[in-house]
């Protein structure tokens, strides 16, 4: 499972717009998020051991999506989100497959929750982009995430609650319903939370943000962008 995303990644690390050094930072919340994965759940219990092992698939899924957005950015905006839904989930399904399938029945709540993750992870972004789409602020767009995140995880779940309600006629238990929506939306944007940091630390990824979004990218070199958001203005015309 360990091996999985990381063949993914260094078979995108190879392509011409990927092959450079500052590229090889998206390891950085990759590694986190996987060694958190493999840590941590063996102290919790179910539902929320499924969702947080359903992050290691999620997190290949967004380390994809951040190295093919500018890629698939060319696109129009709806074949650009069912592009990075099919992306991002063939990532998914492979990790899953090395890390998780031969857990039997086990692994059914993860795949779920891993695809559902990836489906509100890419909404997220397609809506989160609209509210940015007069210019990009780093406030507005994890705020956005943060309040769009568990609308869509509810939206999800309402077909499921709607069955319930009126085809089996049973008893929804509402703050049961409203645990699992939080914890899954709360998974989903702390699994987000740190490509978002990489996106702020780094121009490269910046731009691929910004793509994500749908939002313009900057023309300028690397170069520039480097000197425009790491290096402090030095000197300033005399007046």
């Known amino acids: 499972m360990l091996l999985a995303p990381w ?12 092959r450079r050094l500052t590229a090889g930072w998206i390891i950085a919340p990759l590694g986190f998020i996987i060694l958190f994965t493999t840590v941590f759940p063996w102290t919790l219990s179910s539902p929320i051991k499924e969702i947080v092992e359903a992050a290691d698939c999620l997190a290949a899924g967004l380390a994809v999506a951040w190295l093919m957005a500018e890629r698939l950015s060319h696109r129009r905006r709806g074949l650009f989100f069912l592009c990075l839904v099919m992306a991002m989930g063939a990532a998914g399904i492979w990790v899953f497959a090395w890390g998780h399938s031969g857990n039997g029945q086990a692994s059914i ?9 990836i489906l509100a992870s890419v909404l997220s972004f397609n809506f989160c ?3 940015c789409r007069h210019g990009y602020r780093r406030a507005k767009c994890y705020l ?40 899954c939306a709360a998974v989903n944007y702390a699994t987000i939370l740190p490509f978002l940091i990489l996106s702020t630390a780094n121009a490269f990824y910046h731009q691929r943000l910004l793509a994500l979004l749908q939002l ?14 790491l290096i402090p203005e030095i000197t300033k015309p005399q007046e």
């Open 216 to 229: 313009p990218i900057q023309s300028s070199s690397l170069t520039e962008v480097n000197l425009k958001y």
């Open 144 to 183: 956005g995430l943060l309040v769009l995140l568990p609308i869509i995880w509810f939206l999800l779940f309402s077909p499921l609650i709607i069955y319930s309600l009126i085809i089996d006629k049973n008893i929804v238990h509402w703050l049961e319903v409203a645990w699992v929506i939080s914890a």
């Open 7 to 18: 063949l993914a990644i260094l078979a995108l690390l190879g392509l011409k717009p990927n």
């Open 109 to 117: 709540p993860v795949a779920l929750v891993s695809l559902l993750a």
């Open 129 to 131: 982009g609209r509210i």
